[in-house]
Structure formats: C-alpha cells, structure tokens
C-alpha cells in the first residue's frame, strides 16, 4: 500500500519561500508522476504542478512563474518550493500519485495533507 | 484552462436516496474524468476513474456516466458514510482541474 506524508513549516512570511517534502513509502517512485495539490480553507481543489520521477515537470501556468518541483528517487521523496509567497497562498497542501488507470490520469494516492498559513 | 462547473453546489438528501452529481467541461474532454469524495479535515478519495470505472475498493452503488463535456456521478442508495464533498476532475490536459465541488448533507 503507497502512503504518502507531507512535512515543513506550517507558518512562511509573506514574500518568503513554502518548502514542503513528500515521503513515499511501501513503492517505489519510478514509472510514477507525483504531484502537488492544494486546497484553500473552506475552498476547492488546485494541482500545483506535477514531476515524474526521472526529473521532467509540468507546472500550472498560473503558478509557474514562482513554483518548483525537484525528486530525490534515492531518499523515496519530492520536494515543493513556491516562492514570493502571499496570504492567498495559505492552503492545505498535499501530495499525491499521478498514475493511468484505463489510460485516464488520476490522483490515486494521496498523503494527509499539510495545512500552510502564510502571515506576519 | 479547461472549466470545470458541478452542480448542484450542494444537496440535502435522505439515507436510501438515489443521488446524481453533475460535472460538465468547458470543452470535450473525451473520457478523461475522474471523480473524488472529500470529508471533513482529510484528503480526496479516489473514486473513478476514465468517466466510468470504479476503482478497487469503492462500493458498486457508486457509478459514472458520460463523454464529451458533460457527466454524472450516481450514488444509487445513499448511505451515512457517503455524506461528503463529491469532486469531478480532468485529465484531458495541463493544468489537471477540478469542479467546485457538491457537498452532500443530511437532510
């Protein structure tokens, strides 16, 4: 069974950078995409950017400007930077696997989520 | 980016009661739709995947339907765990979006 757990800060200043780890435990990462996601308080669902475990990245456009995604296969983790942070990026952030089923993409596993207030 | 629009945004509904959930695409996304049920302070579960095909594990009273632009998720007979927040997403292509969301209370 794939678990996945988010860690950092749950406090960043506004202008600072977010830095968040995801371990992966129970499978390996390769032939796997693994993905940020995150979720504003009382709000809906964004995907950060996604990373596949060779190094390639795909960011979303509105966030590509500030956002990195890094792996470290020999560790099991990925790591998330969003820097120039601002008080509309307090969110809970997840982690999760990008994976085909039935050559759909989905967010099979998901880690628990890490909740990031960003203020003074 | 391709919208995503669910609807209703939430619904009361009764234990035993047929539920349908509509997502439809700001433009055809062929098959590539996934939906997700949130709870309360935890993270999304993955329920279908490809617009129709249940994922291990998820109760066969949950169903999908649809192609194109528009589809539904059906939960025939609802049940006390089943009261959450239902979530449609695209994987057609970059950035992967997701509907608002319907919440499903108890009425």
């Known amino acids: 069974q794939v678990q996945l757990q988010e860690s950092g800060p749950g406090l960043v200043k506004p202008s600072e950078t977010l830095s968040l780890t995801c371990i992966v435990s129970g499978d390996s990462m390769r032939n796997y995409y693994w993905s940020w996601i995150r979720q504003p308080p009382g709000k809906g669902l964004e995907c950060i950017g996604y990373?596949?475990?060779?190094?390639?990245?795909t960011y979303n456009p509105s966030l590509e400007s500030r956002v990195t995604i890094s792996v470290d296969t020999s560790k099991n983790q990925f790591s998330l930077k969003l820097n120039s942070v601002t008080a509309a990026d307090t969110a809970v952030y997840y982690c999760?696997?990008?994976?085909?089923?039935?050559?759909?993409?989905?967010?099979?596993?998901w880690g628990q989520g890490t909740l990031v207030t960003v203020s003074s | 980016d391709i919208q995503m629009t669910q609807s209703p945004s939430s619904l009361s509904a009764s234990v035993g009661d047929r539920v349908t959930i509509t997502c439809r695409a700001s433009?055809?996304?062929?098959?590539?739709l996934n939906w997700y049920q949130q709870k309360p302070g935890k993270a999304p579960k993955f329920l279908i995947y490809a617009a129709s095909s249940l994922q291990s594990g998820v109760p066969s009273r949950f169903s999908g339907s649809g192609s194109g632009t528009d589809f539904t998720l059906t939960i025939s007979s609802l049940q006390p765990e089943d009261f959450a927040t239902y979530y449609c997403q695209q994987s057609y292509s970059n950035p992967r979006t997701f509907g608002q969301g319907t919440k499903v209370e108890i009425k």
């Open positions: 999760a696997r990008h994976h085909y089923y039935g050559s759909v993409f989905s967010f099979d596993y």
């Open positions: 990373i596949y475990y060779s190094g390639s990245t």
């Open positions: 433009q055809s996304i062929s098959n590539y």
